[in-house]
């Protein structure tokens, strides 16, 4: 299995909803990554897990809560967001080290 | 700070032909990694190479090399006998710091990719 694997595609949520974004990897990778990418602009990082734990917050607003249950689980927690959150949310991973990212196709998040 | 450069929103290339995606880099780092990803329309992003601070050659995969000049500070992406599927978005992106468990990645603006049959 080399890929990640991110659940929902699509997704289309209220400002007072909560909803979760999941991201799945079998590779054996120790950091897992989340992104935020608006149309038209690179990838920003938001958050960095390695060995599970969080490593790096690209001071991200708290209404966005990353977990990482296991090593090969990723889950990004959305709560009160805001029209402009709405983006393309990727999930990567990599081994440690000067390795390139493995990305999923992303979570197109609508925030209405 | 760390800060990527790509300075070409958009570029064209005929089919089979060559064609070279810019980068320069800032960092204050001595270790480092530079990267190039693509990214069709469909969205998902795709690792292509990778070049290391230390690393004398440059990166070769298939038909893509990085030619890496240090003393610039540059990290462009050759691309040989384009295909059309080609066409997508580059960006070039580099990682700073150690294998600390806490490294992180930032990627330039991007280069348009077009190409022509």
């Known amino acids: 299995d080399t890929e990640v694997t991110q659940t929902p595609k699509h997704l289309v949520m209220g400002m007072t909803n909560k909803k979760s974004l999941k991201c799945e990897q079998h590779?054996?990778?120790?950091?897992m990554y989340w992104y935020k990418q608006k149309a038209k602009k690179p990838p920003e990082l938001m958050f960095v897990y390695s060995y599970e734990k969080l490593s790096i917050n690209e001071s991200v607003p708290s209404r966005f809560s990353p977990e990482c249950p296991n090593s090969s689980l990723l889950n990004l927690h959305l709560h009160a967001l805001q029209p402009e959150d709405s983006a393309l949310y990727l999930c990567?991973?990599?081994?440690?080290?000067?390795?390139?990212?493995?990305f999923g196709s992303g979570t197109r998040l609508t925030v209405v | 700070a760390q800060k990527i450069t790509q300075t070409q929103p958009g570029m064209f290339v005929q089919e089979k032909e060559a064609v070279t995606l810019d980068c320069t880099y800032d960092t204050s780092d001595q270790s480092y990694g530079l990267f190039w990803y693509k990214q069709p329309s469909s969205g998902e992003m795709i690792f292509l190479i990778y070049q290391g601070s230390y690393d004398e050659q440059n990166a070769t995969e298939g038909r893509y090399s990085l030619n890496f000049q240090k003393a610039r500070k540059s990290a462009n992406l050759v691309i040989s006998a384009s295909q059309l599927g080609d066409s997508a978005m580059y960006f070039c992106?580099?990682?700073?710091?150690?294998?600390?468990?806490?490294?992180?990645?930032?990627f330039g603006a991007g280069t348009r990719l077009f190409v022509k049959a």
């Open positions: 590779m054996g990778h120790r950091a």
């Open positions: 990567a991973s990599s081994l440690q080290g000067n390795y390139g990212y493995t």
């Open positions: 992106a580099m990682r700073e710091g150690r294998n600390t468990g806490g490294f992180k990645t930032i």
